[in-house]
């Protein structure tokens, strides 16, 4: 049997930073979604545990040409800072697409998870934000609103960044913490309508299950990137923004009628269900328009799709092969 290689978070950290590979592994995995019959990609599995306020999500996809394809876990318990722990966590298991045995056994802790979320918002603001976008405002202070910050960096020429988060002190401790690093103009504000104001790129990265942002406080030539709407409760966006937006964006239309921000704008009677609106890999491909003006607000709802999970784990698993980390371990 062949041998299985198991890299451990510590060994990931360095082997997959959150940089421009990263984030054209995602792009390109997006733009392989666009192709017709190019990618397998089954729903995703869910299992809810309202006791513990957790929930964990299995996702998949088999991306042609590919040579080989993720299956991830991963778990979100949202009461877990309260005793001290992460709230997300879980393992990658990367398999041939030719023989369909283990290849590496990727235990991240959800660190991949994380870089591939923020993969995709750089992505989204790649194509859809304006090419002179300064100021960007961040909704949350979790690893994932700081991550969505270094993406952004990485995509666009941000010079300005406003958080907001409902505890002030964890904004207040993630500018604090950003500052260090990069030395922008960074601040925690209280009011989120403000820290929305004249911003040109908006990040939610929230758990919410209801609105944070409302429909009228878009401004024309703003992009929202919605990261949190990714199971049928959560919802961060009024479900008006989707109707005002100039361009809607779903990362996956399958699972954006069922459970993003579009499901609430679905169900508020705004959008119909059968609405034909353009995916990201479209987007990417020219297949269909995305920001046609300065002007336009544009809306991304992204609810993490199964081709990012492959798309991360083959990067990391490209990476380990050429500097031989991590423990060989034969079957």
């Known amino acids: 049997m062949p041998a299985i290689r198991i890299l451990t978070e510590t060994e990931l950290r360095t082997i997959v930073p959150l940089d421009k590979d990263a984030v054209d592994f995602v792009e390109n995995a997006f733009r392989a979604l666009a192709r017709e019959n190019a990618v397998r990609m089954p729903p995703i599995l869910r299992l809810d545990v309202p006791d513990s306020r957790g929930e964990v999500d ?20 949202f009461d877990n800072p309260e005793i001290g722990l992460r709230s997300t966590n879980g393992l990658m298991v990367l398999l041939s697409s030719k023989t369909g045995l283990v290849q590496a056994l990727l235990l991240d802790n959800g660190y991949l998870t994380d870089v591939r979320t923020a993969a995709a918002g750089a992505v989204a603001a790649r194509h859809l934000a304006r090419e002179d ?12 609103a700081r991550l969505q910050l270094e993406a952004l960096l990485l995509v666009r020429p941000i010079r300005e960044i406003r958080v907001w988060a409902r505890d002030h002190s964890k904004a207040q401790a993630l500018v604090d913490q950003f500052w260090l690093t990069h030395k922008l103009s960074i601040a925690a504000l209280d009011d989120p309508r403000q820290a929305m104001a004249g911003a040109h790129v908006i990040v939610t990265t929230t758990p919410a299950d209801r609105p944070i942002v409302d429909g009228s406080w878009l401004e024309p030539g703003q992009h929202l990137t919605a990261m949190g709407s990714d199971a049928e409760h959560k919802n961060e966006i009024d479900p008006a923004a989707i109707k005002r937006a100039d361009v809607y964006v779903a990362d996956s239309l399958q699972q954006t009628r069922r459970l993003g921000e579009l499901h609430h704008a679905i169900e508020a009677g705004l959008i119909t269900g059968d609405q ?17 003006n300065i002007s336009d607000i544009t809306i991304a709802d992204l609810t993490g799709t199964g081709v990012q999970d492959t798309a991360i784990a083959t990067l990391a698993f ?14």
């Open 58 to 77: 299995v996702k998949t996809a088999y991306i042609q040409g590919v040579p080989g394809f993720a299956i991830k876990v991963s778990p979100g318990f």
């Open 133 to 144: 976008a300064s100021i960007a405002t961040v909704f949350g202070a979790g690893v994932q």
């Open 276 to 292: 034909d609106l353009p995916e990201l890999g479209q987007i990417i491909t020219s297949a269909k328009a995305g920001r046609k």
């Open 318 to 331: 490209t990476r380990t092969e050429a500097c031989a980390a991590g423990t060989v371990f034969e079957a």
